[in-house]
């Protein structure tokens, strides 16, 4: 079975430092994992994946996330924090073999000014 | 309006009332889907359309029923519905072959009275 766990529900951090919000994955299959963002109001949006190639994954806006199996982990940091980054954070692995997503319960980021 | 729409964006209803939810998406998507998101859970998938055939009912109760017309509408339509289904709908659609990457509409609020 799949699913992930995202340890803090809620992260705060002050503009310009690192965030990092972290996710450890359980998957029975070599897993596809993802960071998913919402910003108030929006919808989801793909951040990035990891499907098997490079451990290290960039992303949109500066962020990347790197897959570490000896640790079932795939934590989520950003150099520096800005504004418009404050939002909720899903961690997500994929079902390889019905291509269905199974999605963290989020953490929600703060940034102070 | 380019994506993923969702209308209305938010809607009040009595547990009898009879309504329905529609999305519709501008991407060219051969796959639909319908999640529920509630206050601290994770994202729940409800139903899932690949060319408008229905591949996927994740033990939704009879109360929520989807319709998918053609491969860019989907609906919802909701009827004696219950004050613990008030939540945010979430619509999204992807390529059938690339189902991880998912693009989501912003979400219709429902509150049931």
């Known amino acids: 079975a799949q699913s992930v766990t995202q340890l803090d529900s809620h992260v705060s951090v002050s503009e310009g430092t690192p965030v990092l919000l972290r996710c450890n994955y359980s998957?029975?299959?070599?897993?596809?994992l993802f960071w998913y963002v919402q910003h108030p109001n929006k919808g989801l949006q793909l951040l990035l994946k990891?499907?098997?190639?490079?451990?290290l994954v960039k992303g949109i806006n500066g962020f990347e996330a790197e897959f570490k199996k000896s640790e079932t982990s795939f934590h989520l940091t950003k150099p520096s924090a800005h504004m418009s980054d404050a939002a909720e954070y899903f961690c997500v692995v994929s079902d390889n073999g019905a291509n269905n997503l199974f999605f963290g319960t989020g953490t929600r980021l703060t940034v102070i000014p | 309006e380019t994506g993923v729409t969702q209308t209305p964006r938010h809607l009040v209803m009595g547990m009898t009332n009879k309504k329905s939810l529609k999305c519709e998406q501008h991407?060219?998507?051969?796959?639909m889907y319908w999640y529920k998101q509630s206050a601290k859970k994770p994202l729940e998938l409800m139903f899932v359309y690949n060319f408008k055939e229905q591949t996927e009912n994740n033990s939704v109760p009879s109360r929520f029923s989807p319709e998918c017309p053609n491969s860019s509408h989907l609906f919802l339509h909701l009827h004696t519905l219950q004050p613990e289904d008030s939540a945010l709908y979430l619509c999204?659609?992807?390529?059938?072959?690339?189902?991880?990457?998912?693009?989501f509409g912003p979400g219709t609020r429902l509150t049931v009275t």
């Open positions: 990891y499907t098997s190639a490079a451990t």
């Open positions: 991407l060219g998507h051969n796959a």
């Open positions: 998957s029975s299959y070599s897993p596809s």
């Open positions: 999204a659609s992807s390529q059938p072959s690339s189902a991880y990457e998912q693009y």
